[in-house]
């Protein structure tokens, strides 16, 4: 029985001093590691979440872009971090995409993280250039089947996300297009205005600045609903191709091994922060959509994710780097 009651005292002090190590957490500055450029999309939305974090709890939270291979180098970094919480990875849905593009990557998505919140998601639009003929949604699909193999399609490289919305909407009408991929948003931006390829798919935000300018004309987004950004601008749904939604999303990650209460503590304060109206109204500006799931949901979320782009990788015939 003394053996019994000793070891059950040390339990209740391992279960109090982890209650109060959850309370006091974060006790020193926190880390965010950004997988892509300053400015870019990612960067955004993982600097307004670090800036609201750093002031619901009274301490510094730097931001450190670690940019290339698609993001893997920062993933990298923050999967060898140790898991105490003061190093959280901020990735967009190309943590979902990359296992299926690298043949060898340094970690192990499934083994190496512990995914703790979805942060963002936001919707593609399909774009055409401002003289093109087509004006529908159903105009493209047309062409293509009129034309097999001989319609293009642009887009910001290989495997990004807004090329694999394009194969997928390539698969789901049962067409052949051709892929042509370009460096960046800009180039794809140029080429689809002058007419170097028919259309594009591209991050609503992006794409706005191309309609505004009077280079594109959106023909259709790839959410379940009309956008507030573009309201009069039917879904893929609704112009053609019924059932037809995606997007792009971005998410916050922590090292596997991280103590639970420490995860619980981020996940209810990246609540708070997604739900503060400064950083509603940041993302509304910039047609990002808020977005909440817990830990469990985010994680079979991310898994569902990676199957579905392995499939839709095998089918496009994309090769792994």
């Known amino acids: 029985m003394r053996i019994i009651r000793i070891l059950l ?5 391992v ?9 006091e957490y974060p006790t020193k500055p926190v880390k965010v590691i950004i997988t892509f450029t300053e400015g870019s999309a990612t960067d955004f939305v993982g600097r307004t979440i670090s800036e609201k974090l750093s002031e619901i709890w009274g301490q510094p939270v730097t931001v450190e872009n670690q940019a290339g291979a698609g993001g893997t180098i920062g993933a990298n970094v923050v999967a060898k971090a140790a898991p105490d919480g003061y190093t959280l990875l901020v990735h967009s849905s190309g943590f979902a995409v990359n296992p299926s593009l690298y043949t060898s990557l340094p970690y192990q998505p499934s083994k190496d993280f512990k995914a703790i919140a979805l942060l963002a998601r936001q919707p593609l639009a399909l774009v055409v250039g401002s003289s093109a003929e087509a004006e529908t949604t159903s ?11 001989e ?24 067409t052949k297009m051709v892929h042509v991929p370009f460096k960046g948003g800009p180039e794809t931006v140029a080429s689809t205005s002058n007419g170097d390829v028919l259309f594009s798919f591209l991050p609503v935000s992006l794409a706005l600045k191309g309609v505004n300018s009077g280079k594109l004309r959106a023909l259709g987004v790839t959410s379940s609903e009309r956008t507030s950004a573009m309201p009069d601008v039917p879904t893929i749904a609704e112009a053609g191709l019924p059932g037809f939604e995606s997007s792009i999303w971005w998410g916050i990650w922590a090292p596997a091994g991280l103590p639970q209460n420490v995860a619980d503590k981020l ?9 503060s109206p400064d950083v509603l109204d940041k993302f509304n500006k910039r047609a990002f959509e808020p977005m909440e799931l817990s830990q469990g949901e985010f994680s079979d979320f991310v898994d569902k994710e990676m199957a579905d782009v392995a499939s839709l990788v095998k089918e496009a015939g994309i090769q792994p780097e």
């Open 151 to 174: 319609i293009k399609f642009g887009s910001p490289g290989t495997g990004s996300a807004a090329h694999l919305v394009a194969e997928k909407f390539v698969s789901e009408t049962g």
């Open 139 to 149: 105009d493209i699909i047309a062409a293509a089947r009129n034309k097999p193999g």
């Open 9 to 13: 005292g040390c339990f209740i002090i």
């Open 15 to 23: 279960c109090l001093t982890a209650c109060v190590k959850a309370q």
């Open 267 to 275: 996940e209810k304060d990246i609540s708070l922060a997604l739900a």
